[in-house]
């Protein structure tokens, strides 16, 4: 029997984002759950990216670490970067890690977690980890034997084990479409476990344990092509 694991939906979410520069805008009031306002500021903007995806602050560090894709999200390209940005101010950034350079292969790279000295990646069916101080690959686990479809996101839980979402979908020239997947991975050492989602989820995208409630918070993601 494989291991249940309790979901709390955190919020829905769309797939994918927009290419190109980050839009410019003042400050919106946004609304909150519990139907008050609250000032969305913006902070800062890091131009000219061509498919940001995800974001993973290193405190260790104080700088952010930014997974690109240059392709489609379930394309084996090769053709993405991860970059390195300095919290204090958004205009220092370097490449950490560029696919096809130093032993780097990236396809397209999603969410991250940082555990130790190692940045995790999920980038579609595999889980990459780089050294988080130089960008040097450490470690390249597959998930296909346990049909991983579009690995999404990457958290590290309370027993130390790193859980990733897999959403299901093949993001192609064809559109979203859905073979299936939707699953949450659980890796403890090299050991693999596929987990019992309770509910049943479809379409798991990101993940983050909540200290505070002692929960896990799951969102997912909705795309009107998805079949």
């Known amino acids: 029997m494989r291991p249940v694991f309790p979901v709390l939906f955190a919020m829905a979410v769309a797939v994918g984002c927009e290419s190109g520069r980050a839009a ?5 009031r946004a609304q909150t759950s519990e139907g008050g306002d609250s000032l969305a500021r913006k902070v800062g903007e890091i131009e000219d990216l061509h498919a940001p995806e995800s974001v993973r602050y290193d405190s260790l560090q104080d700088v952010f670490f930014v997974s690109n894709m240059q392709g489609l999200g379930s394309d084996k ?3 993405a970067f991860i970059l390195r940005v300095s919290a204090a101010d958004y205009a220092k950034m370097s490449i950490f890690a560029q696919s096809g350079e130093k032993g780097v292969e990236l396809n397209a790279p999603k969410g991250m977690a940082i555990q130790a000295d190692t940045l995790w990646v999920a980038d579609i069916d595999v889980l990459r980890g780089f050294n988080r101080l130089t960008g040097a690959p450490v470690a390249t686990i597959d998930f296909r034997q346990y049909g991983a479809i579009l690995l999404n ?3 590290i839980g309370p027993d130390g084990s790193l859980y990733i979402t897999d959403t299901g979908i093949i993001m192609s020239e064809k559109g979203v ?3 299936g997947g939707d699953k949450i991975f659980r890796l403890q050492g090299r050991s693999i476990q596929a987990l019992a989602l309770t509910p049943p ?8 344990w909540d200290k505070r409630q002692k929960r896990w918070l799951v969102s997912r993601s909705i795309h009107s092509s998805a079949n």
């Open 24 to 28: 410019r805008e003042e400050p919106k």
């Open 177 to 179: 479409l859905h073979p």
């Open 77 to 79: 390209d090769n053709h």
């Open 153 to 155: 996101d990457v958290a």
């Open 201 to 208: 989820t479809a379409w798991p995208n990101g993940i983050t």
